[in-house]
């Protein structure tokens, strides 16, 4: 037939044009129309793929040839009489092979990698909230089970849809082919992502949601979008290029068609959670959790619906990046604002402010998400200039990793160490407040070291810091003991007369009961911070008293209201002390590290993750 075909391109005599399509119409007839009405459907109940797939290939061939007759009879002859038994057969073929394409495609309608699906389908972070997801996805695993297929499977299935697209797009019947396939695939499609929980919303309901209602809808978002985007619409576009290759033009409808509302749907349900009205400080990691899943998946996103028909999908997984970081924005700013605007009181005997505990847990989780962040922030103005010296800014941090993020998390960190300087001053008792500020300095450099801050913050800023706390801690063991350590002679070992050592005895049991009583309700959480201390002040006080007390215990007559302490007993003495307990300057007894109930009303963020 092929070799006819090619001999007829040559032009005939007008008067020949008849015969000759009429001549070839008949041979043609003659070979493929025993094939075509083999599978008439009013006629065989069998399955052509299925049951006889050796005779796939002759029935196509059928297919084509008798196309190609009928265009040549349309070119060469004006005669339409000899179409009517041809185009006859032709519904016959066509009916065929849409029913063996339905068929196909109904039989395998999930081409997805059952446990991808399944394992993206969870519903649940293991917490009592979401108690029932478990079972939600049992079903899903199991339903995707029942259909899953083999890779050889998925290749031959794909192969069969393709040859049967070829022929009918060859045919001329490419719209109903694609028609077909738009009505399976698309409800594959919705199908498959009602079971890994995607919704469709209108921004009133969101409104309307209980924060832990959209939190756990959150969830289910969070672990379906990377499975619908990677695995399903990745499947999905994959398999129409295969099967609709012919024709660029189908290929695009149909994948535009099939997962352009659902993706569309996708995307706009981050942004609806973004122009959420009650978003606070310890929602923001669920805000930065959805913005680092559109933002790592843009590139499959772009490569995926790259059509023109599809480019809104685009458009919308963009607006919504846009809208989650605004609210990100927004609420880093109302957290710096909150921390500016604290005015809560101070802990008592100097411990850990709730300000500062709150502060830096949130920065950790903020560390985490270093790379959301730093796309948040990249082109927000700069941080305002301080108003204090410049030596609170301490050293530059922009060069080393994140220069964006580093400088950002340094200028929130800087803020509460300002906003704690201020506080300190509420104490009323130096020493006290240098003790509150060297805690919670100390419990700052703490937090950076065991978490990605540190990374963040650069190598300069742990020893500026740590450096600082010495500082801190310098000038109060200097002011709160200096009573306690001017009372004694330079020279301990100096020669003075007994009334001179009897002044100077009485003067050290005076500011040392002084010190001790004082300071006993005072804290230091830290064990190594307090051990350093202890070891410090034993150095500088009992090291001074033990060669005065040797010296001049004799010549006053060892009088206990005179010599009230042994150098070991002072030892003693400073190894009770920082851990919160004893008698407050009013007298009334204080737990460790108490602090009043109304100290303040800050909590810990949710973790985002």
């Not at 129409?240 to 569309?264: G, H, M, P, W, Y």
């Not at 009897?502 to 230091?524: L, T």
Request: aromatic residues 10%; proline residues 3%; hydrophobic residues 40%.
């Amino acid at each position: 037939m092929t070799g006819f075909f090619s001999s007829s391109k040559h032009s005939s005599p007008p008067h020949s044009s008849h015969k000759l399509s009429e001549t070839l119409m008949e041979d043609t007839l003659k070979n493929v129309e025993p094939i075509i009405r083999r599978w008439d459907l009013d006629g065989s109940s069998s399955n052509l793929f299925q049951d006889r797939r050796a005779e796939v290939k002759q029935f196509l061939d059928a297919v084509i040839d008798l196309q190609h007759a009928m265009q040549f009879v349309v070119k060469e002859s004006s005669s339409s009489q000899l179409l009517v038994r041809p185009q006859n057969l032709m519904q016959v073929a066509i009916k065929r092979l849409k029913k063996e394409f339905h068929i196909i495609l109904s039989r395998n309608r999930y081409f997805l990698e059952t446990e991808s699906v399944s394992r993206g389908s969870t519903r649940s972070s293991g917490s009592d909230e979401d108690q029932g997801s478990e079972d939600d996805t049992a079903e899903i695993e199991a339903r995707f089970a029942e259909v899953s297929i083999d890779e050889g499977e998925k290749v031959s299935v794909a192969t069969d849809l393709k040859a049967i697209a070829d022929c009918m797009i060859e045919a001329g019947y490419g719209k109903e082919c694609a028609k077909i396939y738009e009505l399976n695939r698309k409800s594959v499609i919705d199908e498959t992502l009602y079971y890994l929980g995607i919704e469709s919303f209108c921004i009133s309901t969101v409104q309307k949601m209980d924060w832990k209602v959209l939190e756990k809808k959150i969830k289910i978002w969070l672990n379906a979008v990377k499975v619908a985007v990677s695995t399903l619409f990745h499947g999905e576009r994959i398999l129409c290029d295969q099967v609709f290759s012919l024709s660029d033009n189908i290929r695009e409808s149909c994948f535009t068609e099939i997962a352009k509302d659902s993706a569309v749907t996708l995307f706009t349900f981050p942004e609806m959670v973004a122009k959420y009205k009650k978003l606070s400080l310890e929602k923001m990691f669920r805000i930065l959790d959805m913005y680092d899943s559109i933002s790592e998946l843009w590139s499959e996103i772009e490569m995926l619906f790259g059509f023109d028909s599809t480019s809104v999908v685009k458009s919308q997984a963009m607006t919504a990046m846009t809208k989650l970081r605004d609210a990100a924005r927004a609420m880093l700013s109302e957290f710096e604002s909150a921390v500016k605007k604290d005015s809560s009181k101070v802990t008592s005997g100097g411990g850990i402010h709730p300000l500062t505990r709150y502060v830096m847990n949130y920065l950790i989780f903020l560390s985490d998400y270093s790379g959301p962040i730093s796309d948040i922030i990249a082109d927000w103005p700069a941080v305002v200039k301080s108003p204090l010296p410049e030596s609170y800014l301490l050293s530059p941090i922009a060069d080393e990793g994140d220069g964006t993020v580093s400088v950002r998390l340094a200028w929130l960190i800087l803020v509460l160490l300002c906003k704690l300087d201020g506080k300190a001053g509420f104490y009323g008792d130096v020493p006290l407040s240098y003790l509150f500020l060297a805690n919670n300095l100390n419990y700052v450099v703490s937090k950076v070291r065991e978490s990605s801050l540190k990374l963040l913050l650069g190598s300069d800023w742990l020893p500026t810091h740590e450096a600082k706390v010495e500082q801190y801690m310098a000038n109060y063991e200097r002011m709160g003991w200096s009573k306690v350590m001017t009372s004694l002679p330079e020279d301990s070992t100096a020669e003075i007369s007994p009334a001179e050592a009897i002044e100077c005895f009485c003067k050290f049991n005076s500011g040392f009961e002084e010190a001790y009583r004082k300071q006993s309700s005072w804290v230091i959480p830290d064990p190594k911070l307090r051990d350093e201390v202890k070891i410090s002040l034993a150095k500088k006080i009992v090291s001074a008293y033990r060669p005065f007390y040797e010296k001049h215990v004799g010549s006053v007559g060892g009088v206990e209201s005179i010599v009230r302490f042994a150098p070991d007993d002072l030892q003693n003495y400073l190894s009770d002390l920082f851990y919160g307990t004893g008698f407050s300057e009013n007298g009334s007894t204080t737990a460790h590290g108490s602090s009043s109930p109304s100290t303040s009303t800050w909590t810990s963020p949710s973790r985002g993750r």
